[in-house]
């Protein structure tokens, strides 16, 4: 057990303000790995003054300066990339080939991505006859979740920094560590005090403290629909610029022409990855009356195959939360053809990979996220009657079509209300723009549109 006392605050590891720690569980053994501290308001107030008063250099330094030291800390993070995978698997509960390709893989791709774009995207344009200069927001304040941790901070991070900002990050409370390596590698890459600052603690003290700042230009947060509500609804009041990663409830809408096979088994392992705790998963199924009874056949074997190769749960928390929808299932009348609430494992916050069947639409787990390795099947009668269900939930983050011709899913696809769609297992693009239509959230990450957010324009006319 390791107790870190430090916040990386102006360029340097700070005490806390208060006494008070979180511990950091590994959710396959239930032991206790690390405690860290649980800043206050405090200490919150320091980071955002020290990000506000590193931010004039850090706007000031050139796109190209800028990108050389992202390239910097995308080599750190490569350098570091075993230790990134072990503490997400201690930390997470992930399994170590997921940590390594996904959790450490992706934010590299992403870092990686911003530095070229710092590099070569056009700060400064012309209109008829006006200049239009794209600027930095400012300070940025970060909240992130523990579903995929360090590509959460990267997200938000590497743009911002492209843009110029400066930032504060206030990790999620089960997974503290990797963000903790994160801030070691800003600092060994060289970027200057200040710009970057990282305050453990809990949500409603310190992620709180972090919306209400008045130092705090643009507030980010990830997470679920009920928080990024609230603390949304605190930083517009404040009229702060706001961009919110929420929950989701994506179809997987299957086609009469598909590849059933395929579709079905590459919809299970989109929703079974990462123990189901993945925002965009593909968790309802929708298939056409006549190709039912065979594509139920076909995910209860894919599902029953994973068994032991998922990690388990991130906390006892959400363990309970899930197993409450697999049990809510049961009775509002869903059939159960893999898994079940009870846990495969004395040890640790197992969930089995679960299929229900005969879903229909209004069904509570047809409608609310469960952030679990759940799948519902529902049926479909044609294709309108599929796209009223794909659409047919206050979410609208991401989503598959699959076809026998390729045309055929795309009018499809341009008529689901989702940011984005996977076109007959189309491959995870991180420098496509990633975000939600309606209640998943505002905003979009990733790429350039996911650097736009993060600059506000100043027009000079001549
Ligand atoms: P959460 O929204 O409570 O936590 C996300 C982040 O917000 C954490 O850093 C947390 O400390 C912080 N936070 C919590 N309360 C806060 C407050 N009052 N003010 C400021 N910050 C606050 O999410 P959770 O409890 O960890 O997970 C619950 C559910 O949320 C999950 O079951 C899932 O449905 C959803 N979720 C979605 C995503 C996503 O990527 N969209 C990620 C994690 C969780």
């Given at each position: 057990?390791?107790?870190?006392?430090?916040?990386?605050?102006?360029?340097?590891?700070?005490?806390?303000?208060?006494?008070?720690?979180?511990?950091?569980?590994?959710?396959?053994?239930?032991?206790?790995?690390?405690?860290?501290?649980?800043?206050?308001?405090?200490?919150?107030?320091?980071?955002?003054?020290?990000?506000?008063?590193?931010?004039?250099?850090?706007?000031?330094?050139?796109?190209?300066?800028?990108?050389?030291?992202?390239?910097?800390?995308?080599?750190?993070?490569?350098?570091?990339?075993?230790?990134?995978?072990?503490?997400?698997?201690?930390?997470?509960?992930?399994?170590?080939?997921?940590?390594?390709?996904?959790?450490?893989?992706?934010?590299?791709?992403?870092?990686?991505?911003?530095?070229?774009?710092?590099?070569?995207?056009?700060?400064?344009?012309?209109?008829?006859?006006?200049?239009?200069?794209?600027?930095?927001?400012?300070?940025?304040?970060?909240?992130?979740?523990?579903?995929?941790?360090?590509?959460?901070?990267?997200?938000?991070?590497?743009?911002?920094?492209?843009?110029?900002?400066?930032?504060?990050?206030?990790?999620?409370?089960?997974?503290?560590?990797?963000?903790?390596?994160?801030?070691?590698?800003?600092?060994?890459?060289?970027?200057?005090?200040?710009?970057?600052?990282?305050?453990?603690?809990?949500?409603?003290?310190?992620?709180?403290?972090?919306?209400?700042?008045?130092?705090?230009?643009?507030?980010?947060?990830?997470?679920?629909?009920?928080?990024?509500?609230?603390?949304?609804?605190?930083?517009?009041?404040?009229?702060?610029k706001v961009a919110l990663e929420l929950g989701g409830k994506s179809a997987n809408v299957i086609l009469p022409g598909a590849?059933?096979?395929?579709?079905?088994?590459?919809?299970?392992?989109?929703?079974?990855?990462?123990?189901?705790?993945?925002?965009?998963?593909?968790?309802?199924?929708?298939?056409?009356?006549?190709?039912?009874?065979?594509?139920?056949?076909?995910?209860?074997?894919?599902?029953?195959?994973?068994?032991?190769?998922?990690?388990?749960?991130?906390?006892?928390?959400?363990?309970?939360?899930?197993?409450?929808?697999?049990e809510k299932g049961v009775a509002e009348g869903a059939r159960l053809v893999a898994g079940g609430p009870d846990s495969p494992?004395?040890?640790?916050?197992?969930?089995?990979?679960?299929?229900?069947?005969?879903?229909?639409?209004?069904?509570?787990?047809?409608?609310?996220?469960?952030?679990?390795?759940?799948?519902?099947?529902?049926?479909?009668?044609?294709?309108?009657?599929?796209?009223?269900?794909?659409?047919?939930?206050?979410?609208?983050?991401?989503?598959?079509?699959?076809?026998?011709?390729?045309?055929?899913?795309?009018?499809?696809?341009?008529?689901?209300?989702?940011?984005?769609?996977?076109?007959?297992?189309?491959?995870?693009?991180?420098?496509?723009?990633?975000?939600?239509?309606?209640?998943?959230?505002?905003?979009?990450?990733?790429?350039?549109?996911?650097?736009?957010?993060?600059?506000?324009?100043k027009s000079l006319q001549f």
């Open positions: 057990m390791k107790a870190h006392d430090g916040m990386y605050i102006d360029g340097a590891w700070r005490p806390a303000a208060g006494p008070d720690v979180i511990e950091v569980v590994n959710p396959a053994d239930e032991r206790v790995i690390a405690t860290v501290p649980a800043g206050t308001v405090e200490d919150v107030d320091a980071a955002v003054r020290a990000a506000r008063a590193a931010l004039p250099g850090w706007a000031a330094t050139p796109p190209a300066e800028r990108a050389a030291r992202l390239a910097a800390l995308r080599d750190g993070l490569v350098a570091r990339r075993d230790e990134i995978a072990e503490t997400v698997t201690a930390e997470l509960g992930s399994p170590l080939k997921l940590s390594q390709t996904v959790h450490a893989g992706v934010p590299i791709a992403v870092t990686g991505s911003y530095a070229e774009l710092a590099a070569t995207y056009a700060f400064e344009e012309r209109t008829g006859n006006s200049t239009v200069f794209h600027e930095p927001v400012g300070v940025v304040g970060a909240i992130t979740p523990w579903n995929y941790p360090l590509h959460q901070i990267v997200a938000k991070t590497a743009p911002a920094l492209a843009a110029g900002c400066t930032v504060v990050v206030k990790p999620a409370e089960d997974t503290p560590l990797v963000a903790r390596l994160f801030a070691r590698a800003v600092h060994e890459a060289g970027i200057p005090a200040g710009v970057f600052n990282l305050v453990t603690g809990l949500g409603p003290v310190a992620g709180q403290a972090l919306a209400e700042h008045p130092g705090v230009d643009l507030l980010s947060f990830t997470g679920s629909t009920a928080v990024g509500r609230r603390i949304g609804a605190i930083a517009t009041g404040m009229v702060k590849d059933l096979a395929r579709a079905v088994n590459v919809g299970v392992a989109n929703v079974m990855s990462n123990s189901g705790q993945t925002c965009s998963a593909w968790t309802r199924m929708l298939v056409h009356r006549d190709q039912y009874d065979e594509a139920v056949e076909l995910a209860a074997a894919a599902a029953a195959k994973y068994g032991d190769r998922i990690g388990p749960l991130v906390n006892a928390g959400q363990r309970e939360r899930v197993r409450g929808y697999i494992h004395e040890r640790g916050y197992h969930v089995s990979p679960t299929v229900f069947a005969d879903v229909t639409p209004e069904m509570t787990i047809a409608q609310e996220e469960i952030f679990g390795p759940v799948l519902s099947v529902l049926r479909y009668a044609d294709e309108e009657d599929a796209l009223r269900i794909a659409n047919g939930t206050v979410y609208g983050l991401a989503g598959a079509v699959w076809a026998g011709d390729e045309a055929e899913a795309v009018a499809f696809a341009r008529r689901m209300e989702t940011g984005q769609v996977d076109i007959n297992g189309g491959r995870f693009n991180p420098l496509a723009p990633f975000g939600g239509y309606k209640q998943s959230g505002v905003g979009r990450e990733l790429g350039a549109h996911g650097l736009t957010e993060y600059l506000q324009t």
